[in-house]
């Protein structure tokens, strides 16, 4: 029999890899040999959100980032900013750890091993030996004594890294969607707070309660009874009608104020979702004079309100984007996902970013930001680790507080000697399926071109469907 290459080697690995794209077999979110596959195969070859870049402002600011066993130094150099691998070149001991602007051992400048003393600049050049007379001088030569650079790029007000020093770069992985969400002035955002929770889940499972907007009408049910027409329209039987902005059972004051309901509880459930500075602008809109067809009121609506947050918000000096032109020609989806860990939360100019790392099989660490836009000079400190609370702590919003209630549960029931598979809608669950695919293509070790195109398919992919990967 002829040798396997490696491709055929890593998908005879997989006896989880999936076969038909509506049926995810269920064993994927807590099977140990499956996790050692992802840990192995995926997430040393894709972008990672490593930190956001108002923590490490200025030349000599550091953060750790950490996922899977791999630690990295984030490193604002005056150069610009770097990554390298946290560990010494002596006997491997991390040399950094934590928040950088509280220095630990870090020395001006530069670190310091805390087992022997060893000393690496910014640069990632060691700078001190302690004793290095005791040493052979082949094993101290520069380049084996320096740091081990780590693939870093910068977008959206974020730092992304990638072990593999020969993936393709982050543009090429995640495709037009930046664009669009720059278009938005994601780089400029900075954040209001940072909550994180430990969950007792799969990463994946924390991931996918997010891909659809199906679930709202359970899970958040007072988003439903605000404005029943939109999710009716997009996940119900309702047909007809003036469309998801529209209630035809409702005048257009009614409408209006459906809305601005709306936008109340999702700025209570999620801050940055929809900010409490645009609510207020909104509100200032609850008698506008708009024409008499709900049809056509609606979005004159919207775009009156978009307008005035575009206009007030610059006079307090916020650097917002022209949300009416942004909405019209840089549309994203309610929720876009940066694979494989990242996503983000968009309505007006604020926005909602949410992180998750695995911890292992069932275990993930979950982060919130809440991000906004302040005028110059009043930004508020900013948050150089997050606020870490129990998963069912009442001090998280209420939607990702309701969205925490099903995660653990399913965890569990994943776990029914019944359940072989997760039965998805092609239209509405694509997102989960094209997420789960595009990992196989990681274990399979597909080429990393193949894999980028099939990356680039997730950008507003949101609510969609089941796509043909290319894979």
């Known amino acids: 029999m002829a040798e396997m290459d490696l491709s055929e080697q890593l998908s005879a690995a997989n006896p989880l890899r999936i076969d038909n794209p509506a049926l995810i077999p269920a064993a994927r979110y807590f099977d140990e040999d499956f996790y050692r596959l992802e840990c192995e195969h995926l997430w040393p070859n894709v972008w990672q959100m490593a930190c956001r870049l108002e923590q490490i402002p200025n030349p000599g600011d550091w953060v750790e980032y950490s996922n899977v066993g791999k630690s990295v130094i984030v490193v604002r150099t005056k150069d610009g900013v770097k990554a390298f691998e946290n560990h010494c070149r002596h006997r491997g001991v991390p040399i950094a750890g934590g928040k950088g602007n509280e220095h630990g051992n870090c020395a001006k400048g530069g670190f310091i091993c805390p087992f022997h003393g060893w000393r690496w ?75 994180g929770t430990v969950l007792p889940s799969n990463w994946k499972v924390a991931m996918e309660a997010f891909m659809e907007g199906y679930h709202v009408m359970k899970t958040h049910p007072q988003l439903q009874h605000a404005q029943p027409s939109l999710y009716n329209a997009r996940y119900g039987n309702e047909t007809g009608g003036l469309g998801p902005l529209v209630n035809p059972n409702l005048g257009v004051k009614e409408n209006v104020q459906q809305c601005i309901e709306s936008m109340e509880l999702l700025s209570a ?178 080429p990393g071109e193949k894999l980028a195109a099939a990356n680039t398919l997730l950008g507003g992919n949101f609510d969609g469907p089941i796509k043909d990967l290319g894979l």
């Open 121 to 195: 600049n910014m640069d990632g050049e060691c700078t001190f030996v302690y004793g290095r007379h005791l040493f052979d001088e082949e094993l101290l030569e520069k380049d084996a004594l320096a740091l081990r650079p780590v693939k870093v790029e910068l977008w959206g007000g974020c730092a992304f890294i990638n072990h593999n020093p020969d993936a393709p770069s982050l543009r090429d992985c995640l495709g037009p969607v930046l664009d669009r969400l720059e278009a938005r002035g994601m780089s400029k955002l900075r954040s209001e707070w940072w909550f």
């Open 269 to 446: 459930g999620m801050a940055g979702l929809v900010h409490a500075k645009e609510v207020a602008i909104a509100k200032q809109f609850a008698d506008a004079e708009l024409p008499d067809d709900p049809q056509q009121a609606m979005p004159a609506w919207y775009a009156m309100v978009a307008g005035a947050i575009t206009k007030q918000l610059r006079e307090k000096g916020e650097d917002v984007p022209d949300l009416l032109d942004v909405m019209a020609n840089h549309q994203v989806e309610a929720v876009e996902y940066l694979f494989p860990h990242y996503f983000l939360l968009t309505y007006f100019s604020s926005m909602s970013s949410y992180r998750i790392r695995p911890l292992g099989p069932e275990s993930c660490m979950f982060e919130i930001w809440s991000l906004t836009n302040y005028a110059e000079g009043e930004e508020p400190e900013v948050p150089m680790e997050p606020t870490i609370l129990p998963f069912d702590s009442q001090d998280f919003p209420m939607i990702p507080r309701q969205d925490y209630s099903n995660i653990p549960i399913q965890q569990k029931g994943l776990h029914s000697e019944g359940l072989d598979v997760l039965r998805l809608s092609k239209d509405r669950e694509g997102l989960i399926s094209n997420y789960q695919r595009l990992i196989d293509g990681y274990i399979a070790g597909a």
